[in-house]
């Protein structure tokens, strides 16, 4: 039945007036689920859609480019009714950027946009999510993919060519089916949220409140971009390509090989090991001598030339083609970047980026310095907050822990605390050593000695929240095994209420199958019961581990939602830039209050809707020029 349905019902709109005609028909369309066809997946590469289709329920419409207005207006025109609209997609930030570029402005207030891959999401964060792949499990329908299905003409043109070059009779088809399938999607996944409940509401309802303006403020944040320097970055790439020749012509100075390539293993080895006769430190599990990074800081150390060469190399090459290139493209074509923010991008809760990845720009120990140039627009400056210590909040709130709580309301560093708890020093002291070394004015060795008890312990406590055992700690730390195992014995000490809260995550796992984070929403847990010990254990840090990271995910996701909802914060025409972590990076007229603003914004973020913690949550930031500046 549902494959006929997607199959059959196929309509062609060959011309202006039945375009219009289509329109006149699906006004007053409560749902309507649509889909575009485009010359790429880049809409800020100029990518454009040349196939728009259509379903309401009925049947699938499929449109070229030249007659897309009258279905622009369908859905950029309020219902007759007067009651709201459902705008359907799969993956709909990507359908209302290319809406968008065609001139139609679909986030109307009268329209709802609906992504069914986070419906989907919310039911199963374990699945995949393609749109062919969940119509076949979902509702049993066997649908192509566009490579399957233009594979003869991908040959021809490429795949970018592609829906240009295809004719009509084979896009037409291929188009409409996934409107409709998009659209049964839609009706199939409501039908699950409403039969299930996210703390006394239905996930439906959930889904409604909260993912639905959250995809609003991402696409906003994607449309806006962060303007970048291209002066910044041109002279980056300039510099990059002639430190790496520099350290190129060292490398094959010493080793002799003028086609030396810093990531051939078998040239390394050939030098390393044949020609230089050392010992391997460490071998590969094949046995032979290991050229990793480890292996040649080893090497640095005893003076090896070729071994910073090839170190020098390999750090610039990755940050070379990693970040400075590809930023440099796009300051040079557009002066921004528009990355994709990825709602369902972990399933913990926290939103990922993509193209270029922001959350992955340098902070530290990075020679380039490329969040400078991370600028803002004429007449504008850059606001930065960042939550404090948050999933130690979380972690607080979630154990009941009282020497937490009460760490965190005393105001106290915790990591020294934690330090002094577990090495038995003053806290005092661990203090002091750390805002040494903070103020970079030269450590006594005892004072290096405590800010490595300082580290060693936050490593502790934060992989805590990872369920991390003494063979992970110790390669974090460089500590034994042994130490480790007291660091983290001295930890459960200080703080018992995590360990019971790990507990207790893990039963509701056992119990249930899932973990609810702080705002309701459900985690999957696959292998809690399984009888294979390793994916079992991780399946209990998981536990655990979500309702630290995505409580902290949920309250930063809330946050944003309650930005984007409140008048004020919309009205002042304030945007969001980006979300990494727990930071929000705010682009804010000059002439404004700054003051007043900031305030404004902190105390929004602090009373996140839906979530009253044990503990006050804390925001500090400043203004800045660039986002270097604002750290």
Request: hydrophobic share 40%; aromatic share 10%.
């Given at each position: 039945m549902l494959l006929q349905q997607v199959q059959e019902p196929i309509r062609h709109i060959r011309t202006y007036r039945e375009a219009e005609e289509v329109r006149d028909q699906l006004l007053d369309a409560p749902v309507l689920a649509f889909d575009?066809?485009?010359?790429?997946?880049?809409?800020?590469?100029?990518?454009?859609?040349?196939?728009?289709?259509?379903?309401?329920?009925?049947?699938?419409?499929?449109?070229?480019?030249?007659?897309?207005?009258?279905?622009?207006d369908l859905m950029t025109t309020p219902r007759p009714s007067g009651e709201q609209r459902i705008i359907v997609a799969h993956n709909a930030k990507y359908d209302l950027h290319m809406a968008e570029h065609d001139g139609a402005k679909l986030l109307q207030p009268f329209n709802d946009v609906h992504d069914t891959i986070v419906m989907q999401w919310l039911l199963d964060d374990t699945s995949q999510l393609g749109l062919k792949g969940l119509a076949w499990d979902r509702l049993g329908v066997k649908m192509l993919s566009f490579r399957e299905t233009f594979a003869d003409v991908i040959k021809a043109v490429?795949?970018?060519?592609?829906?240009?070059?295809?004719?009509?009779?084979?896009?037409?088809?291929?188009?409409?089916?996934?409107?409709?399938?998009?659209?049964?999607?839609?009706?199939?996944?409501?039908?699950?949220?409403?039969?299930?409940?996210?703390?006394?509401?239905?996930?439906?309802?959930y889904f409604c409140d909260l993912e639905v303006a959250f995809t609003a403020q991402l696409y906003g944040m994607e449309r806006a971009g962060v303007p970048i320097s291209a002066e910044f970055?041109?002279?980056l790439l300039e510099r990059a390509n002639r430190e790496f020749e520099a350290a190129r012509n060292v490398a094959i100075t010493v080793s002799g090989k003028a086609d030396l390539n810093p990531r051939s293993t078998k040239q390394l080895r050939w030098y390393f090991y044949e020609h230089k006769r050392y010992k391997p430190p460490k071998t590969t599990p094949g046995g032979e001598g290991s050229t990793d990074k480890e292996v040649l800081a080893i090497f640095e150390a005893q003076g090896e030339p070729l071994a910073r060469a090839i170190r020098d190399m390999r750090e610039i090459d990755t940050s070379r083609g990693t970040f400075i290139e590809p930023l440099t493209r796009m300051a040079q074509k557009r002066?921004?970047?528009?990355?994709?923010?990825?709602?369902?991008?972990?399933?913990?809760?926290?939103?990922?980026?993509?193209?270029?990845?922001?959350?992955?720009?340098?902070?530290?120990?990075?020679?380039?310095?490329?969040?400078?140039?991370?600028?803002?627009?004429?007449?504008?400056?850059?606001?930065?907050l960042d939550y404090s210590q948050l999933e130690v909040r979380v972690a607080a709130h979630v154990s009941n822990d009282e020497a937490l709580i009460r760490a965190i309301l005393d105001g106290l560093d915790l990591h020294a605390l934690t330090a002094a708890k577990i090495y038995g020093v003053e806290y005092a002291e661990i203090l002091e050593a750390k805002n040494a070394d903070d103020a970079d004015t030269?450590?006594?060795?005892r004072q290096i000695k405590l800010v490595k008890f300082r580290s060693d312990s936050k490593s502790a406590v934060f992989g805590s929240f990872y369920g991390i055992?003494?063979?992970?700690?110790?390669?974090?730390?460089?500590?034994?095994?042994?130490?480790?195992?007291?660091?983290?014995?001295?930890?459960?000490d200080a703080y018992p209420g995590l360990s019971k809260a790990a507990r207790k995550a893990r039963y509701e796992a056992k119990a249930h199958g899932y973990v609810t984070t702080i705002i309701g929403r459900r985690r999957l847990i696959p292998g809690i019961d399984s009888p294979d010990k390793g994916i079992r254990a991780q399946a209990e840090r998981q536990s655990f581990n979500t309702l630290i990271?995505?409580?902290?995910?949920?309250?930063?996701?809330?946050?944003?939602?309650?930005?984007?909802?409140?008048?004020?914060?919309?009205?002042?025409?304030?945007?969001?830039?980006?979300?990494?972590h727990d930071e929000l990076g705010f682009h804010v007229e000059r002439a404004f209050d700054l003051d007043d603003v900031r305030s404004r914004i902190t105390d929004l973020m602090v009373e996140v809707p839906g979530v009253s913690l044990s503990v006050p949550l804390k925001v500090s930031g400043r203004y800045a020029n660039n986002w270097l500046e604002a750290k």
């Open positions: 575009t066809e485009t010359t790429g997946l880049k809409p800020y590469m100029d990518h454009r859609p040349v196939w728009l289709s259509l379903c309401a329920g009925g049947p699938g419409y499929a449109v070229h480019k030249r007659n897309f207005a009258p279905l622009w490429g795949i970018e060519g592609a829906v240009l070059a295809a004719p009509a009779y084979r896009v037409v088809p291929y188009a409409a089916k996934d409107a409709i399938a998009t659209y049964l999607l839609w009706v199939e996944l409501r039908k699950l949220l409403e039969a299930t409940w996210f703390k006394h509401r239905s996930a439906y309802d970055f041109t002279q002066g921004r970047v528009h990355s994709t923010w990825r709602q369902t991008g972990a399933r913990t809760g926290r939103i990922s980026s993509a193209d270029p990845n922001l959350m992955n720009i340098p902070v530290r120990k990075d020679p380039y310095k490329i969040r400078r140039a991370f600028i803002t627009d004429e007449g504008y400056i850059l606001l930065v030269g450590l006594t060795d055992g003494k063979r992970k700690l110790s390669q974090d730390t460089g500590l034994t095994e042994n130490e480790c195992e007291m660091l983290l014995r001295g930890l459960s990271q995505g409580g902290a995910a949920d309250i930063v996701r809330g946050a944003m939602i309650g930005l984007f909802k409140n008048p004020w914060f919309r009205d002042s025409g304030i945007g969001i830039l980006f979300q990494v």
